[in-house]
């Protein structure tokens, strides 16, 4: 079945430090693929999508592209800041329910 | 954009007693919606799909007995946790899709701790 596996954590990274979250999938059709972000106590929140290859998705200066030829869909940021400390999911969706990688979380220091 | 609601956010109970969850999609209409639950510093894990009208399909493993699932409306799903013991203390989030491959909205989450 469809599987999504990404970089186990956690991620200690000082401010302005550039950021590189790995996730690869496993799916039998076409899907779409997602980043969400949980903050402490909370659900999830949409960070980005790409639904097709070569598509890239970008919000809040994380950016991550769809690449089919290497089933992956890596989340980068090039500063970060103390306020992404999160847990950061990714995630496909193919037919009707998603599928949650194990999660990374992320702490940045000041 | 689209919004997913949960209520409550927090509940503690005795052990024994039932627990209800609900999860309402405030400005869209959902004929499906997920229940997922979460342990401390771990991934999300499907419980259920709950569909508007029928019976929900549930996970391999879930315990349709302990976790009831109605769908009552194309705005309402509610989970009850049965017979409460301190291991069904979790994170349950619920979350209702948009048409097509689009991604989930997902609530709050509510944190359940059974005494």
């Known amino acids: 079945g469809d599987s999504v596996t990404q970089m186990e954590g956690p991620v200690t990274l000082s401010e302005e430090a550039f950021l590189t979250i790995n996730c690869t999938y496993t799916a039998t059709g076409y899907p779409s693929l997602f980043w969400y972000v949980q903050y402490p106590g909370e659900g999830l929140q949409l960070l980005l999508k790409a639904t097709k290859a070569d598509d890239k998705g970008s919000n809040k200066g994380f950016e991550a592209t769809y690449r089919k030829e290497t089933t992956s869909f890596h989340l980068e940021k090039g500063s970060v800041q103390v306020s992404d400390s999160a847990v950061y999911f990714c995630a496909l969706r193919d037919n009707n329910d998603m599928r949650f990688g194990a999660g990374t979380r992320l702490t940045v220091k000041p | 954009g689209a919004v997913v609601s949960q209520h409550p956010s927090w509940v503690i109970c005795k052990s024994g007693t039932s627990v209800k969850i609900e999860c309402r999609s405030l400005?869209?209409?959902?004929?499906?919606m997920f229940w997922y639950r979460q342990f401390p510093k771990q991934s999300l894990m499907l419980m259920a799909t709950?569909?508007?009208?029928?019976?929900?399909?549930?996970e391999q493993g879930v315990e349709k007995d302990k976790f009831l699932i109605n769908h009552a409306s194309l705005t309402l799903s509610t989970l009850t946790v049965t017979s409460a013991h301190p291991e069904d203390s979790s994170f349950y989030i619920c979350?209702?899709?948009?048409?097509?491959?689009?991604?989930?909205?997902f609530g709050e989450g509510s944190r359940l701790t059974v005494l």
């Open positions: 709950s569909n508007e009208g029928s019976k929900a399909t549930y």
């Open positions: 400005d869209f209409q959902a004929t499906t």
């Open positions: 979350s209702a899709p948009t048409s097509g491959p689009g991604e989930l909205f």
